[in-house]
Every structure is written in C-alpha cells, then in structure tokens.
C-alpha cells in the first residue's frame, strides 16, 4: 500500500517526524515527502472540534498513493482520534493522545505505525479501498486485546496496541476470510514487533514491577564485577612482579 503523509496545521509537539520519514514495511510505503497544510480556518463544532468536512476541504486530494493519511493535533469529530474522509483518505490526531502515549513512555509515532497497519489491512480486506466509517467499525471488536482492531472506544486503551501490538486469532480469521494473503498477514504480524517502547522504559517498568528480583540480579552482578577485578588485580600484580 502506498501512502502519502501530510500535516494539516501544526507539527504534533514532541513528534518523531525522523523516525516516521526511515519507515521501513514490505507492506507500506511512504511516497514523495511529509508535508505540512495550511489549516488557516477556525473550528467548527463545539469544544473547538473540525468536522470531517471541514479537515478535508483543507487536505490535498489523492493522488497516485493508495491512501493519503493526514496527522494533526487538533480535536476531530465526536473527539475520535482516527477519522475516514472521503477519497481513501483518513486523518489521525494527537489530541489528547499526546499525553496518553508520553504518560506511558510510549513513543508517539508509534501510534502513527498503528494505524499504517490497521490501515494497510483495512485495506486489503476491502478491495484495495478504505471503506466507510461503518464498515471499519464493523472490523474492530469492544473487547481490548492490544490488537490492531481494538475499537479503543477508551483512548487510554490505545496504550495496549502501541506497545507489542498483535493480530489476535479472531481478526486473523477474518481477515482470511475477507480474501487477505496469508503472507500479508504474516508479514503484519513480523513486521508489528518492532512497534515497542524504548529498551530503557522496558527495564524500568521490569525493575519496578520486580523489585527483590532487581535488588538480587544487582547485588549478583555487583558480586561478580567485585570477584572479577579482584582476580584480575591480582593476575596484573602477579605479572608486573615477575
């Protein structure tokens, strides 16, 4: 699926724009360059939302991409974070959802990374188009099981399928039956591993959640290090006095 990214209004705070622009999927591919939208217009709908109608008159149509994905920081209609426009195009917000991802140490693109492939599936299971808002509901299930169809209904639940997100055996079926390869799916499945926190914050939350495991690994360690030099001490001690 090809995809081209713009950004209507300002940049997300804090956005990894860097890592999004290195992209790399066997099933998605991010065409020509991001791009920023003049979004020069005021809200439309209370609590300083911007209706669908409204975001997508200011988005560029598509062109030669499958999908053109929007990613913006602005309160969309009824205060999704995810909207589908007309023409396969969708625009995605970081509207409250900022501080979900950082409040949990979750990098914010990969909520970007997310939706590329729930999209890209999407797409896949409906002939090469993104089908309309009831027919993408339809896809996802109520029950959060950190998989790409959660219906998130709760933003927070978002933070289940931005960390080790999974295809979970029920969508899996389904998506085999809506005619999607197999290798698709397998290739999804590799592919979405690699959407996980930082290394750093994944042995922090170890270490917190173990802590007379954490306190024993370090005081082994600290044990050996202490063996370790103290054999080595004496090895170089033993050398320089021959």
């Known amino acids: 699926m090809d995809v ?17 622009s290195k992209f790399k999927s066997n099933l998605i591919n991010i065409i020509g360059a991001i791009e920023h939208v003049d979004l020069s ?12 109608e409204l975001v997508g008159s200011c988005m560029p149509a598509k062109g030669s991409e499958d999908v053109l994905l929007g990613i913006a920081n602005l309160p969309l209609e009824e205060n999704w974070y995810l909207r589908k426009m007309t023409g ?3 625009v995605v917000t970081f509207h409250e959802m900022r501080g979900i991802l950082s409040g949990h140490k979750i990098p914010r693109v990969n909520l970007i990374f997310n939706i590329l492939y729930f999209l890209s599936l999407v797409f896949l299971a409906n ?10 509901l339809n896809m996802t299930h ?5 998989c790409l169809f959660d219906m998130t209904g709760l933003k927070m639940d978002t933070i289940h399928s931005c960390h080790e997100p999974i ?14 390869a197999v290798e698709a799916i397998e290739t999804c499945q590799k592919e979405i591993k690699k ?3 930082p290394f750093f914050y994944i042995l922090s939350e170890k270490i917190k959640n173990h802590p007379i495991i954490s306190i024993a690994l370090s005081l082994f360690i600290a044990f050996i290090v202490g063996l370790a030099s103290s054999v080595l001490g004496t090895l170089i001690s ?5």
């Open 41 to 52: 217009v005021d809200s439309d709908l209370n609590g300083w939302g911007y209706s669908d």
């Open 88 to 90: 396969d195009r969708a």
């Open 142 to 146: 109520d029950v959060t099981r950190g």
């Open 195 to 197: 959407i996980k926190k």
């Open 167 to 180: 295809i979970c055996v029920q969508c899996e079926a389904s998506l085999r039956k809506k005619g999607v």
């Open 238 to 242: 033993n050398k320089l006095s021959l």
């Open 4 to 20: 081209k990214i713009v950004l209507p209004g300002s940049m997300p705070p804090e956005f990894e724009l860097e890592m999004l």
């Open 127 to 136: 002939k090469k188009t993104v089908p309309s808002v009831d027919v993408l």
